[in-house]
């Protein structure tokens, strides 16, 4: 009887004992596996350790996602996708031993969202993080060499409609010579604005009879390196008025009769002239950013609105804001499909990307 109740007392002292040993056991093993995710490495190393992806940089730019990937082990390897949020991507980009490479993927990300990330090798290796995209997505913009540099557009200009844009030139307004800004002429009818080498600022157009509607304001105000906002609105069939917007400001009015709107360039050009005829043979030389056309006459107040960065998105033609940050295409927002294209040879002889306008 003796012998019984010793045993059973002993079943009653390991209890607690394997108890504590387990939860010790539990506790160690999450610790260990929060450590794994939070280094954002939850792939087998110690089997294959001649190959090791890790993910060094993560960069939100434009409507891209530049993921910077490392090969931390002694063998080359590849990566053959990339996952975002779960979202698989094919990829297939080589990763000597020791070295990095940058994946870049076209994705629209949100600012302030965070996006976990997971890149693979071929052999099943993977490295996975969690990164937040900046709270405000970069401004881009395109610098004009002023010698032959333009962008190019489909031709959709409305027989009513505005053109606006901000404008950063690389002269002052008395330089004496001529920068044409936008152009649309074609055969012996023009569409332009520039400024002229009499240092006026200059929104010309004629209609499919050669009536000219001309209208020319003081172009001295420019500084070099300062932001403009322009604004330019037209009427085909009536007598305007037509005008001219500069800062949110009326610089210029003109009421005068037009006809029907003329045959114009195939593809206007932003930044540059289309054929040797009216507007300046010389180019923008400068930075453009957030160029609109929109299908109306905008009102003062909503040339004002659109200046301070709350886009009117009605009765837009075609909305380029630059912000890709790289490439040879930028995209249309108004969702037209009217891209523009950078010319006249990408990636050598081009308008290059430099930091934007931001209200």
């Given at each position: 009887m003796l012998s019984k109740r010793v045993m059973r007392l002993g079943k009653k002292a390991i209890s607690p004992i394997l108890a504590t040993l387990l939860i010790i056991i539990i506790v160690v093993a999450a610790a260990v596996l929060v450590y794994a995710f939070s280094m954002g490495y939850l792939g087998s190393l110690t089997g294959q350790a001649g190959r090791m992806p890790v993910i060094e940089n993560v960069q939100f730019a434009g409507n891209q996602i530049k993921i910077v990937v490392r090969n931390k082990g002694a063998s080359d390897m590849v990566i053959d996708a990339v996952y975002i949020n779960g979202e698989a991507y094919e990829v297939t980009q080589p990763v000597k031993a020791g070295e990095s490479e940058v994946i870049t993927l076209d994705f629209v990300w949100e600012t302030s969202k965070s996006y976990k990330i997971k890149v693979v090798e071929t052999g099943g290796l993977f490295y996975e993080g969690e990164y937040t995209a900046p709270s405000v997505k970069p401004a881009w913009a395109l610098r004009f060499d002023g010698i032959d540099d333009y962008v190019e557009i489909p031709e959709v200009l409305p027989d009513e409609g505005t053109i606006e844009f901000w404008f950063k030139p690389s002269w002052n307004g008395d330089?004496?010579?001529?920068?044409?800004?936008?152009?649309?002429?074609?055969?012996?009818?023009?569409?332009?604005?520039?400024?002229?080498?009499?240092?006026?600022?200059?929104?010309?157009?004629?209609?499919?009879?050669?009536?000219?509607?001309?209208?020319?304001?003081?172009?001295?105000?420019?500084?070099?390196?300062?932001?403009?906002?322009?604004?330019?609105?037209?009427?085909?069939?009536?007598?305007?008025?037509?005008?001219?917007?500069?800062?949110?400001?009326?610089?210029?009015?003109?009421?005068?009769?037009?006809?029907?709107?003329?045959?114009?360039?195939?593809?206007?050009?932003?930044?540059?002239?289309?054929?040797?005829?009216?507007?300046?043979?010389?180019?923008?030389?400068?930075?453009?950013?957030?160029?609109?056309?929109?299908?109306?006459?905008?009102?003062?107040?909503?040339?004002?609105?659109?200046?301070?960065?709350?886009?009117?998105?009605?009765?837009?033609?075609?909305?380029?804001?630059?912000?890709?940050?790289?490439?040879?295409?930028?995209?249309?927002?108004?969702?037209?499909?009217?891209?523009?294209?950078?010319?006249?040879?990408?990636?050598?002889?081009?308008?290059?990307?430099?930091?934007?306008?931001?209200?």
């Open positions: 330089d004496g010579a001529g920068h044409t800004l936008f152009d649309a002429s074609y055969g012996s009818q023009y569409f332009f604005i520039d400024k002229d080498s009499g240092n006026n600022l200059r929104w010309c157009f004629e209609d499919s009879s050669d009536r000219d509607m001309q209208l020319l304001v003081d172009g001295t105000f420019f500084e070099q390196d300062q932001w403009y906002h322009i604004v330019v609105t037209w009427k085909y069939n009536s007598n305007g008025p037509h005008e001219i917007y500069v800062n949110g400001e009326k610089a210029g009015s003109r009421t005068y009769t037009v006809g029907n709107k003329p045959t114009l360039y195939p593809n206007p050009r932003i930044g540059f002239r289309t054929i040797d005829y009216a507007a300046s043979s010389g180019g923008a030389d400068g930075v453009i950013d957030e160029f609109r056309i929109y299908n109306k006459v905008l009102s003062q107040e909503e040339i004002e609105r659109n200046m301070q960065g709350n886009v009117l998105t009605e009765n837009l033609v075609v909305w380029l804001t630059f912000d890709e940050g790289q490439g040879g295409t930028v995209a249309d927002q108004s969702q037209n499909g009217n891209d523009g294209t950078l010319m006249p040879s990408y990636p050598d002889n081009c308008p290059t990307w430099v930091k934007g306008y931001t209200p």
